[in-house]
């Protein structure tokens, strides 16, 4: 049988096919079409049987990310939504927390909040009050929501949010004024905060509660029209989505909470690399995905991805369990521009798919860091995408030379390999900002590239930090792809504790975990997955006594709270620098990672094509100040072993890289391209 992987991006849909038994591969790039994404994303899934001479029948498993979730956040585009709330607490998303640094720039008095996720006329208040400890104060006003519901029913409103205040302690105010809502609005999205966010933090969890509610209906449109359509074409395999966890989860949970689809694109990449590095046995990597708007970069230590609980998307708090990614404004598709400073900038603006780079021929007219580096010869317009898609090279040096080269005095080639060099260091600094920043040396890491443009950037970069190993995956162009069928199913849970790990003890610390342990597997067995199948990851977010911010710590099975305190510790070490033997460590959080193992295993085949490591013909690129015709080889052609020493370019299907003088490039036994850069 075989195996579809498809990532929805900005500006392409990447498809990749993979035969379970052979290891052979097939993959394929269609527009992204953002007025109707699925109709990019069943064009990319017709187009890949198309091109391996296969049927519907023969998928057996389809995984799908997207970056429609994040896309609604961000501009705004999500179902107008009302919040349902504790009286008194309807202005809590206008208040947010300073405190917290949720503004894109502490420093900026200037700075405006992005308007509120609910409009205030939305924010319904209704009469009902736990105390901290949960006890009930004042009891829910059932007439009262009767009301809300009636005005509900009688406008545009398509999800309502329910967050009272101390729900995470005891939800049952909460699950009462849902379970009602959901019976007089049965057209409407309802979700309440303990499903989404049960932990103690006011804003922190109806915020996320919103944004969940804000994308439930237009995600459960997307989900349930894709399933249709793939039916229609006799798709009857299993299908599941990408989550921001790195894992896989079935259509009908995500549609319950497409909180877990923000930042999911990116995910599926991330848990390709995994998987290289496990077969490599690479532990510690760091990771580039260049693609058409943005640079998303992150890390693996000892095989696994930073995890991260919280998070900041366009200044709206966000509590999710997402992989640790940090994007910049620095895609292929990112647009250039000289500030009034004359100096150069680029984004955080995208060409996009339409109308994309000058280069793509329909209709752009703004330079993009794509048309740069055509113009550097770092790109073959004739074998863009193995020769299906032309560019059009002469419009790219036109909008160069308006835009950026003739404003600053400069020559066009000059002015694209002034505008490469912004975005080498755009991209170096979030590299910084992920490892330097956090303690973490990043020579001692190689780096995986991968993303469209990734293999294009990835030696300078590699220079600029003083990474001394690059390794170009297989597919690097549509390596996210490639992660949906690799990528295994994982489901979280959590719960609220905030106690003193000291008073917590060995007894109820197990009991807790155990608890996690059975609900979790009896949510997974709804979705297909059977408890023997998975393995639990446990984790604690720990934190010294006044501090604000925790640190989340793996607690193995049956550890003591002596032990967990011990690794608290180290783990507050290595972040900053201290620790205080004097203070207690609280607990405010128990968390487990429900993980099921459903991803590809194997390797991608080798070539059936001819093995050669000659060129194929000769390519002019502007390298160090001057324009050099350098080699070209085809990936596809190289054996395993395969040696080709710089200056010289590797081109394949999807992305190029570009060496230079001393640089070594080995094709290793998984197909990996490892670059090796002297000292």
């Avoid at 997307?222 to 299993?238: M, N, P, S």
Wanted: overall charge negative.
């Amino acid at each position: 049988m075989k195996r579809i992987g498809i990532d929805v991006g900005g500006t392409f849909t990447d498809v990749v096919m993979v035969d379970d038994s052979t290891g052979k591969v097939w993959s394929t790039k269609v527009p992204t079409t953002p007025k109707d994404r699925v109709l990019g994303t069943v064009e990319g899934f017709r187009r890949i049987l198309e091109i391996s001479g296969s049927k519907s029948g023969d998928i057996s498993f389809l995984g799908h990310g997207t970056t429609m979730a994040t896309n609604m956040v961000v501009e705004g585009t999500g179902a107008k939504t009302a919040l349902v709330t504790t009286r008194g607490f309807r202005d809590i998303l206008e208040l947010r927390r300073a405190s917290r640094h949720d503004r894109a720039d502490l420093y900026d008095l200037l700075f405006d909040n992005p308007r509120a996720l609910v409009e205030r006329r939305w924010r319904l208040e209704v009469t009902e009050r736990l105390r901290f400890d949960g006890s009930v104060e004042t009891a829910l006003s059932h007439e009262e929501l009767t009301q809300i519901a009636a005005r509900i029913r009688d406008s545009d409103v398509e999800a309502v949010a329910v967050c009272f205040l101390h729900a995470h302690v005891n939800p049952e105010h909460e699950m009462a004024a849902v379970g009602a809502l959901r019976e007089m609005l049965p057209d409407r999205f309802v979700c309440a905060s303990h499903e989404v966010n049960p932990e103690a933090m006011e804003y922190e969890r109806t915020s996320s509660t919103v944004i969940n509610a804000m994308l439930g209906p237009v995600c459960g449109r997307y989900i349930g029209r894709l399933v249709d359509a793939l039916a229609q074409l006799g798709f009857a395999g299993k299908f599941l989505f990408m989550q921001s966890n790195g894992g896989l989860a079935s259509p009908a949970r995500v549609a319950d909470r497409p909180i877990v689809l923000l930042e999911s694109g990116p995910a599926g990449g991330v848990s390709a690399a995994i998987r290289n590095c496990e077969r490599g046995n690479l532990r510690n990597a760091i990771l580039g995905d260049m693609g058409g708007t943005t640079f998303d970069v992150s890390l693996i230590r000892d095989f696994r991805p930073e995890i991260r609980n919280k998070s900041l998307l366009h200044s709206y708090t966000v509590r999710s369990p997402s992989i640790d990614i940090d994007s910049v404004g620095a895609g292929g598709g990112s647009i250039v521009w000289i500030d009034a400073g004359g100096g150069v900038r680029i984004g955080p603006e995208s060409a996009a798919a339409d109308p994309g780079p000058a280069c793509y021929g329909r209709g752009g007219t703004r330079p993009t860091v794509t048309d740069c580096n055509l113009v550097l010869g770092y790109i073959d317009p004739d074998n863009f995408l193995g020769g299906e898609f032309k560019l059009d090279a002469k419009a790219a040096r036109r909008v160069v030379d308006e835009v950026i080269a003739k404003p600053l005095g400069m020559s066009v080639p000059e002015a694209a390999q002034a505008v490469r060099s912004v975005a080498n260091a755009l991209m170096a600094q979030a590299v910084r900002i992920m490892t330097v920043e956090r303690g973490y040396d990043p020579r001692e890491f190689s780096y995986i590239c991968y993303g469209g443009a990734g293999p294009v950037h990835a030696v300078d970069l590699a220079h600029e930090m003083g990474i001394r190993r690059v390794v170009i995956p297989p597919l690097p162009g549509l390596f996210s792809a490639f992660g949906m069928m690799v990528a295994d199913q994982q489901y979280d849970y959590q719960r609220p504790v905030e106690c003193d790990l000291a008073k917590l003890g060995d007894e109820r610390l197990h009991a807790e975990f155990s608890e996690l342990l059975a609900l979790g597997r009896s949510e997974a067995g709804r979705h297909g997955v059977e408890a023997n199948a998975t393995r639990a990851v446990r984790l604690a977010d720990c934190r010294y006594v006044g501090q604000p911010d925790v640190i989340t710590v793996e607690v193995p099975e049956g550890a003591s709270c002596a032990a967990l305190a011990s690794d608290f510790e180290a783990a507050h070490q290595r972040l900053w620098n201290f620790v205080s033997k004097d203070k207690t460590i609280m607990v405010a959080n128990l968390r487990l990672q429900l993980i099921a193992t459903s991803g590809w295993q194997g390797g991608v085949a080798h070539s059936d094509e001819e093995a050669a490591v000659t060129p194929l013909r000769t390519r002019d690129v502007y390298i160090d100040g001057t324009v050099r015709a350098l080699p070209v080889f085809a990936r596809s052609r190289l054996p395993v072993g395969a040696q080709i020493d710089g200056p010289a370019v590797i081109e394949e299907h999807s992305s190029c890289a570009v060496l230079k003088e001393s640089h070594t490039a080995r094709v290793d036994d998984d197909l990996n391209l490892v670059i090796e850069l002297a000292a």
